[in-house]
């Protein structure tokens, strides 16, 4: 039974170009969660997706940002026009249902870096 | 803002018992409280969680104080493969999103 896969697992950009994180949640999952996270932080939230619907995007930043997760396919994050500021691992999580006490499975991330 | 509280980093040796401790004085009576870990370059790994009472696991025990404003995180045995940043983390009202602050950085001595 896979895991959390999350591709690429390192992304280079240069600003002002597009970067697309993509995350595919365990079987039988239909609740993924975005993170990002800085050099020796915490993981923050951005954005939590059940199947074609966005439930709380109140941790994402306004403009540039956007994540979906349609009916096929894997979750998408995408980032327009990258500045050096969201150079950062991002990590996907996946739940079986809303996450309350049950736990998030975690994929290994995406490092992105932003030139 | 985080809702817990850890040391930065902690060091123990090989095969000795490790005990992290998280404050968490601000809690409300229904918030259950999950331990992470992350090893280096990887997601984070669930660990434990309760909500009062003291759990066991094959990972980990979790101690969680009578008032519930801290808990402690038990390896019974720890290896070099438990050297991580361990999180404590409490959800916010919503339920899902959970809260980290930057955790205890575990060091292991062999």
Redo the contacts between chains.
């Keep these: 039974n896979a895991g959390?896969m999350q591709n690429p697992r390192h992304l280079v950009r240069r600003r002002g170009q597009e970067a697309r994180l993509r995350c595919s949640p365990m079987k039988g999952h239909s609740?993924v969660?975005w993170?990002r996270q800085l050099p020796?932080?915490?993981?923050?939230?951005m954005v939590?997706l059940q199947k074609e619907n966005i439930i709380?995007e109140s941790?994402m930043p306004k403009e540039r940002f956007s994540a979906e997760f349609p009916k096929e396919g894997p979750s998408i994050l995408r980032i327009q026009q990258v500045v050096r500021g969201d150079s950062a691992a991002y990590?996907c999580?996946s739940s079986p249902i809303?996450?309350?006490?049950n736990?998030?499975?975690?994929?290994?991330?995406t490092r992105l870096t932003v030139l | 803002d985080?809702k817990t509280t850890q040391p930065n980093s902690m060091e123990s040796n090989e095969e000795e018992p490790v005990h992290l401790p998280c404050n968490h004085s601000t809690i409300s009576g229904t918030d259950?409280i999950?331990w992470y870990r992350q090893l280096p370059s990887?997601?984070?790994?669930?660990v434990i969680?309760g909500?009062t009472s003291n759990v066991n696991n094959r990972m980990a025990s979790l101690a969680i104080a009578e008032d519930r404003k801290s808990s402690t995180l038990i390896l019974h045995r720890a290896t070099l493969r438990d050297a991580a940043v361990y999180?404590c983390i409490l959800?916010m009202d919503?339920?899902?999103?959970?809260?980290?602050?930057?955790?205890t950085k575990l060091i292991i001595k062999p």
Excluded: C, M, T
């Excluded at chain 1, 736990?103 to 991330?109: A, H, I, M, T, V």
């Excluded at chain 2, 990887?42 to 669930?46: H, N, R, V």
């Excluded at chain 2, 919503?94 to 955790?103: F, T």
């Design positions: 959390v609740h969660y993170y020796e932080e915490g993981l923050k939230f939590y709380d941790g990590f999580a809303r996450q309350g006490n736990e998030q499975f975690f994929g290994p991330g | 985080a259950y999950h990887q997601g984070p790994e669930y969680h909500l999180y959800p919503s339920n899902y999103q959970l809260i980290w602050g930057a955790g």
